[in-house]
Structure formats: structure tokens, C-alpha cells
């Protein structure tokens, strides 16, 4: 079975500071993996995937992810931290045969002046 | 602008009528759609997947008779949230797809339901 688990449900920057958003997965065969993005009472709106190829990934508004395989990670990144970016983030993984996304628990993120 | 449309944004309703949440894809034929429902401040489970034409495959510990699925067309699907409870006050949210063309995956906004 699939998994993600996202590490720390609220994270807090500055604005401009390194935007870090930690995932990890559990998959048994080679997975494809998202960032997702939330923002209040809204739907979600993809940020980044990763299928093949490529290892680092780079998406939307400037964020980047990168797939580890070794460490069954991909954590999300931004260098420089804006105040639109104050969402909530979903980490997600879905197998290659199917289109189901398991989400991670999510990420607050807050972005300060 | 919005590939997929969800309607109502916001639902409030009695407890013992049922609601329909409908969902369609605006510029391409999805041929399987799926339902989430979100809780405060919690991630998104899949409730089921609907493929058209077919019978929704509901996840496991969904009610399928309390959330009726119908995805009679290839840009219209419904859920129906029968006979209400205040417990099924949530954020729901479809998305959409084309296999057959490899489309990428579409969310709609999501739909805000509150049972008094």
C-alpha cells in the first residue's frame, strides 16, 4: 500500500527566508509524485509532479521538488518566501496504473513580513 | 481559467434531506472522476472513483448508499449525500481526468456542506 507522510503540519518563514516542505513515501513499485497546493475553501492546484526522468522537478510560482529514491523523499522548496505563498500544501502519491492520489496530512505554511 | 466546475460552492442544509454536489469538466471529456472529502484541517480521502458509464468504486468504509455517485456523462458527475447528518458536514472536492487522452488531473474548487 501506498503512503505519504508529511513532517510538521505548520511551518513559519520570513518573507524572502528558504521555503522547506518535508515529504516522504511508502510505495512498492515506482511511484508518481505531487505537490499540491490549497488555499482557503478552495480546490487544489498542482504545483509540481514527478513521473520519470528527471529527478528535480520544477513547478509553478517557483517551487521545486526533488525526487530521492534512496531516501523516498521529495520535499518541496522555494528559495525566497512570499506572502502569497501562504497556503496549505499536500503532498501526494499515486501508483502508474491508476489515477487515486494518497495525500500526506498536509502542511500549514505562514509567510511573515 | 477553470477546467472543471463545482456546484455548489457552499450547501447548507437540514438534517434529513439529502444534497447534490454536481461536477463537470468545462473543455475536456472525463471519462473517470473522483470524490474527496476533507475535514477541518485535515487531508483529503478518497470517497470513490467514477468511471463513465459505470458504477462508482467506492473506498473502502464509504457508505454507498449515503453518497450516491452517478456519472452519467462524460462531463457530469454527481454526488448525492442522502439523508444528512451533521457528521457529514465536510469539504467535498471532485477532480477529473482523461485517460484516454493522458490528460492531467483537474480539481474543482470544492464544495462547502453544512448539515444543521
Known amino acids: 500500500a501506498q503512503s505519504v507522510t508529511q513532517l510538521g503540519s505548520h511551518v513559519s518563514v520570513s518573507e524572502g527566508a528558504l521555503v522547506l516542505l518535508r515529504c516522504n513515501y511508502s510505495?512498492?513499485?515506482?511511484?508518481?509524485l505531487f505537490w499540491y497546493v490549497q488555499y482557503p475553501n478552495q480546490g487544489l492546484q498542482l504545483l509540481l509532479k514527478y513521473t520519470t526522468g528527471a529527478t528535480l522537478v520544477k513547478g509553478i510560482n517557483g517551487f521545486e521538488a526533488e525526487f530521492k529514491k534512496s531516501e523516498t523523499s521529495f520535499h518541496l522548496t522555494k528559495p525566497s518566501a512570499h506572502m502569497s505563498d501562504a497556503a496549505e500544501y499536500f503532498c501526494?502519491?499515486?501508483?502508474?496504473?491508476?489515477?487515486?492520489?494518497?495525500f500526506g496530512t498536509g502542511t500549514r505554511l505562514q509567510v511573515f513580513p | 481559467g477553470a477546467v472543471v466546475s463545482q456546484h455548489p460552492s457552499r450547501v447548507i442544509c437540514k438534517s434529513g434531506t439529502s444534497v447534490k454536489i454536481e461536477c463537470r469538466s468545462l473543455d475536456f471529456q472525463a471519462t473517470t472522476m473522483f470524490w474527496y472529502r476533507q475535514f477541518p484541517k485535515q487531508s483529503l480521502m478518497l470517497m470513490a472513483t467514477s468511471n463513465e458509464g459505470s458504477k462508482a468504486t467506492y473506498e473502502q468504509g464509504v457508505e454507498k448508499d449515503k453518497f450516491l455517485i452517478n456519472h452519467a456523462s462524460l462531463t457530469l458527475s454527481t454526488l448525492t449525500v442522502t439523508s444528512a447528518h451533521p457528521e457529514d458536514s465536510s469539504f467535498y472536492i471532485c477532480s477529473a481526468i482523461n485517460r484516454g487522452r493522458n490528460s492531467p488531473l483537474h480539481f474543482g474548487n470544492g464544495t462547502r456542506l453544512t448539515v444543521t
Open positions: 501526494a502519491v499515486s501508483d502508474r496504473d491508476t489515477d487515486k492520489l494518497i
Open positions: 510505495s512498492s513499485v515506482p511511484p508518481y
